[in-house]
């Protein structure tokens, strides 16, 4: 059974950080493309940032130079470093392949404000 959980949201300050990481278990991980999306209320969930198999990234140019996307297969785990955070980044963020696909954990609210 296919599981994402995700952790490291919070509160925080315009200008702050956070780190978020992703377990992902029941899959075979090292062979997923991965991303990592977003999503507030009324809107569609948007794939923020993304990382292949052999540790190429992308990002959608609102967070480009500010979140930082990564993996440790070892572990499973895909990680979002989030750096100089703006309130427009508030939202629940997800991890999923970058595709989409596998069942949809609870996500993990961020929220940027003073």
């Known amino acids: 059974q296919v599981r994402l959980v995700e952790s490291g949201g919070g509160l925080v300050q315009p200008g702050g950080s956070l780190r978020l990481s992703c377990v992902v278990s029941?899959?075979?991980?090292?062979?997923?493309?991965m991303g990592w999306f977003r999503q507030t209320p009324g809107k569609q969930r948007e794939l923020v940032a993304g990382i292949t198999t052999s540790g190429f990234t992308n990002y959608v140019d609102s967070v480009k130079g500010r979140f930082t996307i990564s993996r440790v297969n070892a572990k499973d785990t895909v990680y979002l470093q989030m750096n100089s955070l703006k309130p427009e980044d508030t939202a629940v963020y997800y991890c999923?392949?970058?595709?989409?696909?596998?069942?949809w954990g609870q996500g993990t609210q961020v929220t940027v404000s003073s």
């Open positions: 999923n392949r970058m595709s989409g696909g596998l069942p």
């Open positions: 029941g899959s075979n991980f090292r062979l997923n493309a």
